[in-house]
């Protein structure tokens, strides 16, 4: 009788010892393949994305309904008095504005007049919600209910109050899934903004729950930067859109090497009771290899 | 057939809250791991051989929907489930130590491993923290959720045990 397949009845079955080199095996070739590549995002994504989409669908719908439904328990109360409230300040808005429209109106005309037009109203966005969070207690990713069908791509970019959240980093059908900047493996290329030095803000698990994301490998011989200074998104960033408010450095220290400077920057958007997010539809434009060599 | 049915189901419940319902309810940031629960439950009371393949299948989807690489969790939970399953010859479902005991262990195990594996080597050398700050409050969350959750996967296993013994004898 053969060592590998045991009799047992009619029935077949592999020894545990077995399976668990297989299954070894099959998670390390797909550890390989998709570590620093975008197999998972290209053509093994469909390949995750059928063999995975009841799955998918079934707990983004059963995610949402859990999450509407505890919401919805604790804001009836809430709602109620709400409703009320806001019934006399839609009348109260609405006279507003038709005002503020004609104003609006006036300042496109003179910002065009200009050309001064403000950088974000550019960008075309989606709304989604987040559905579910991070399984683990070590990164801080979430999935948000819109994927490709919604015309989201991986590396779109992602803000909330106006403000970096991360960038999507794989898609499915009717998901996605963001990384947020505060998340440790995240680094974001960033600028501080009346000085225009770079820096790079990179997430940390330790700093998360203080608030605060940290930075480093900045170089400010002439000690422009201090606290209070405001971060975006610099222009050399490959995969984030420029000029995108991240937050303002809450402290600066220069580093062992006597060149660059490291600290903290405190985020202006409110990752731990984040609900809803805009999808910046538009992606960084960036030499693709595959275009420059066609 | 009815026991895969059940087990898939019980993987995605137990996903779909660690997920969404203990998100909202996390202490400090922290949430217990309902899938470290579920693959060494699974593992002592039925074996290597389911243990590490629940373990697997706990993995993936954590893989797929959080995960920076596919096969990570997946093959961390393979490992958890198969080793809790040496224990299968000295459990009894009447003896709720070592249940508690592996659990624990286990939830310790994988944070380690998951610190030494994402971080160590990313140059991160301040254990003492993340054991402090992350892996140990997990456990402890994690054990909280045991005393409600571990009786009722237990149970579930007597009934479809006791089904199959039924089915068997049938056909004997």
Redesign the interface.
């Given at each position: 009788m053969s060592p590998i397949i045991k009799r047992k009845g009619e029935r077949f079955t592999l020894p545990s010892k077995y399976l668990l080199f297989i299954l070894t095996v099959l998670c390390s070739v797909a550890m390989l393949l998709t570590f620093g590549t975008d197999l998972f995002n290209g053509p093994f994504n469909t390949v995750a994305g059928y063999v995975v989409l009841p799955f998918q669908e079934g707990i983004s719908e059963a995610g949402s309904w859990l999450a509407n439904r505890s919401e919805e328990l604790v804001q009836i109360r809430q709602l109620l008095e709400e409703n009320e409230r806001l019934q006399e300040q839609v009348a109260k808005l609405t006279s507003e504005n038709t005002i503020l429209q004609q104003e609006r109106y006036e300042l496109t005309r003179l910002q065009e007049l200009m050309e001064l037009k403000e950088k974000y109203s550019q960008y075309d966005t989606v709304g989604a919600r987040i559905i579910s969070r991070d399984s683990s207690n070590w990164y801080s990713n979430f999935t948000v209910n819109k994927g490709y069908e919604d015309g989201i791509a991986a590396d779109m970019n992602v803000m909330a109050d106006g403000g970096l959240v991360g960038r999507v980093t794989s898609v499915g059908p009717n998901w996605a899934k963001v990384t947020a900047i505060i998340s440790d493996n995240s680094n974001v290329s960033g600028a501080v903004m009346p000085s225009g030095v770079t820096l790079m803000v990179s997430g940390d698990l330790m700093l998360m729950r203080d608030g605060v994301i940290r930075f480093g490998q900045l170089l400010d011989s002439e000690n422009e930067v201090e606290p209070g200074g405001k971060v975006v998104t610099s222009s050399i960033s490959d995969k984030y859109l420029s000029d995108i408010l991240i937050g303002y450095i809450d402290s600066v220290t220069l580093d062992a090497n006597n060149l660059t400077k490291s600290g903290t920057i405190t985020p202006v958007v409110d990752f731990e009771h984040l609900e809803e997010v805009l999808i910046i539809t538009q992606l960084k434009q960036s030499v693709n290899e595959e275009d420059a060599l066609d | 057939m009815l026991r895969k049915i059940i087990t898939a189901v019980l993987i995605?419940f137990c996903?779909?809250l660690?997920?969404?319902?203990f998100?909202?309810l996390d202490f400090?940031?922290?949430?217990p791991?309902l899938?470290v629960i579920l693959t060494s439950s699974f593992g002592f009371m039925r074996?290597?051989?389911e243990g590490?393949?629940i373990g697997?299948f706990c993995g993936l989807?954590?893989d797929?929907?959080?995960g920076?690489?596919?096969?990570?969790?997946?093959?961390v939970l393979?490992?958890l489930g198969?080793l809790n399953?040496k224990f299968n010859q000295i459990f009894y479902p009447e003896d709720i130590k070592l249940p508690l005991a592996l659990i624990v262990v286990s939830d310790f195990t994988y944070g380690i491993v998951?610190y030494v594996l994402?971080?160590l080597l990313r140059g991160?050398f301040?254990f003492l923290?993340?054991v402090a700050?992350?892996i140990l409050p997990?456990a402890i969350y994690t054990i909280v959720v045991t005393f409600v959750l571990y009786p009722i996967v237990l149970k579930i296993n007597e009934r479809l045990e006791a089904r199959e013994k039924r089915s068997a004898q049938i056909f004997v």
């Open positions: - | 995605l996903f779909i660690q997920t969404t319902v998100r909202s400090g940031g922290i949430i791991n899938m074996g290597e051989r590490l393949l697997f989807l954590c797929i929907f959080s920076d690489m596919l096969g990570f969790y997946a093959m393979m490992y198969f399953g998951c994402l971080f991160k301040d923290s993340y700050g992350i997990e």
